[in-house]
């Protein structure tokens, strides 16, 4: 059946070049959800009387815990054999291969450390930056998301629907699902849901509650999309889930988990009055 309203998706991953030096969507939108964040993140730190001083260190440890994480978690959760075998080849980020589940492990472990640095000083625990941190990180997931989508990337499988896109650069023929848009509205629709539950009702919230929520809406999206995602690796063909999904599961439990214990057990969700 002919899709007479598929689209030709064929954009230039590159925005310019000149010379050795090339500036791509993909590198521009990544770096954009982090400033914005750190704005965000600034606001965050007024309303709740956190010292502005500590907000670059903050972004600094969060960019390389991303890049790091998502490149070990490409290396070793889609492709061992090869980089185990390669391992100066896990150094070569710029050749593409980033999985978010490896830049959310990443991101855990460095506030881990960022809390214990910082957090005593400057009155936070864990759980309270989380929270703060899952606003942010599901919109900076929905410009990374664009940014895929740039690059005619991790799209899905052929549909029939109207909005399916036909990645020609990839040298596809046959209109798919634009799962990466799929992703970035989810993610958009995450973000306002909670900055809107941050701004209204943050007196009345429990510590743990919106990074459990975050947790909860941004794995359950990615684990349901998947189903029309086409496998990134050949030994996801032979599994009833792919790897994106069996590893979005732990997550997933890990937030209904947290929003019980932070209904039961929770601290208030400020560790200030001053707005």
């Not at 925005?15 to 990544?30: A, E, K, M, N, Q």
Request: aromatic letters at 18%; one cysteine or more; proline letters at 5%.
């Amino acid at each position: 059946m002919i899709n007479f309203f598929a689209i030709n998706w064929a954009p230039s991953p590159e925005i310019f070049s000149i010379g050795p030096l090339t500036l791509r969507y993909y590198s521009l939108l990544f770096v954009s959800g982090f400033i914005i964040g750190y704005y965000i993140f600034s606001w965050f730190f007024k309303r709740e009387g956190v010292p502005q001083r500590i907000l670059e260190n903050l972004l600094y440890t969060l960019l390389i815990a991303t890049m790091v994480g998502s490149r070990l978690g490409h290396c070793f959760f889609y492709e061992p054999e090869y980089y185990l075998a390669r391992p100066l080849e896990i150094l070569k980020i710029w050749e593409g291969g980033l999985a978010s589940h490896g830049g959310a492990i990443g991101i855990l472990i460095a506030m881990w450390w960022f809390v214990r640095k910082y957090g005593s000083r400057y009155g936070f625990d864990f759980l309270w930056i989380m929270d703060r941190l899952g606003i942010a990180t599901a919109l900076a997931g929905m410009m990374i998301r664009l940014g895929n989508l740039m690059n005619s990337e991790i799209y899905g499988n052929p549909t029939d629907l109207p909005w399916g896109f036909i990645f020609t650069l990839r040298g596809e023929t046959v209109p798919k699902h634009p799962t990466q848009l799929y992703e970035a509205l989810a993610y958009l629709a995450l973000f306002l849901v909670l900055i809107l539950i941050y701004k209204k009702y943050l007196p009345k919230l429990k510590r743990g509650t919106l990074f459990a929520l975050f947790l909860i809406g941004l794995f359950a999206a990615r684990f349901f999309i998947e189903f029309v995602k086409e496998p990134q690796v050949e030994f996801e063909q032979t599994m009833s889930l792919n790897m994106g999904q069996w590893l979005s599961v732990p997550f997933i439990l890990g937030g209904v988990a947290l929003l019980v214990y932070s209904y039961m057990r929770g601290k208030p969700a400020m560790i200030s009055s001053k707005k």
